[in-house]
């Protein structure tokens, strides 16, 4: 199977325990990661946002909060985007948030139509990552931003030998234990450590066509802004 398929099959599986497993094995410090995230939106940048990969929406909210007039988030798991309908149903944001299945390599969008692209823990599940990154490019408008927030490996002693014990044993066999779907906990890890990282992702962004990225670790580097 094509990694976009495998991915859509994983996601689909495990989206009923996502959001908490998310928190769970984060340990709620996911959250705290978003709200660095949003804090990097601009006051000129809040009309008109596209969240990729926006999974249960849980991103696509705390944009709306941080002052987003209008969000549009897709995900290639239809059961994922379901569960960030009822989300956003539920708190009444409909009008604000709209949620929909859509693949991030050939989006529908119009080209400079978003102030803001963003996506949180789903640019490593790109199939083919120049070709996701150069769609967020274009459907950027110029002088847009785009923010990517997602996993990576600490470098440095003990953090780096403390985090790879966990995310490659604890964290597969409680995750596998509740989602009832181990391979889904094991492709985690497995995905982040192939991931390009630091100057290397970096580069790639400038590749695309992006101007001056910069990176920001998070958490002793288990994450990356």
């Not at 199939?127 to 967020?136: F, K, W």
């Not at 990517?148 to 066999?173: A, D, G, N, V």
Request: aromatic share 10%.
């Amino acid at each position: 199977m094509a990694k976009k398929e495998v991915v859509q099959d994983i996601f689909n599986d495990i989206a009923p325990k996502y959001d908490l497993l998310n928190h769970l094995l984060s340990m709620n410090i996911d959250k705290g990661w978003r709200r660095k995230a949003m804090s990097c939106i601009g006051e000129q940048e809040k009309g008109c946002l596209l969240d990729v990969a926006c999974g249960t929406g849980d991103f696509s909210i705390a944009a709306h909060r941080a002052g987003v007039k209008q969000v549009t988030g897709i995900d290639i798991s239809e059961n994922m985007v379901e569960i960030g309908k009822k989300k956003v149903g539920d708190l009444h944001l409909a009008d604000a948030i709209e949620l929909k299945t859509g693949d991030c390599e050939h989006m529908e969008f119009a080209t400079g139509m978003f102030d803001v692209v963003t996506v949180a823990f789903g640019v490593r599940n790109f199939e083919h990552l120049e070709l996701g990154l150069q769609e967020m490019y274009r459907v950027l408008k110029t002088g847009g931003k785009v923010i990517i927030l997602e996993f990576s490996m600490p470098e440095h002693f003990p953090m780096k030998q403390l985090y790879r014990f966990y995310f490659c044993h604890i964290l597969p066999t409680i995750g596998g234990w509740i989602s009832g779907n181990k391979g889904a906990y094991t492709y985690l890890p497995e995905s982040v450590m192939k991931f390009p990282q630091g100057e290397t992702f970096l580069q790639i962004m400038r590749d695309c066509g992006f101007q001056h990225p910069v990176r920001r670790k998070l958490s002793f580097g288990i994450a990356s802004l």
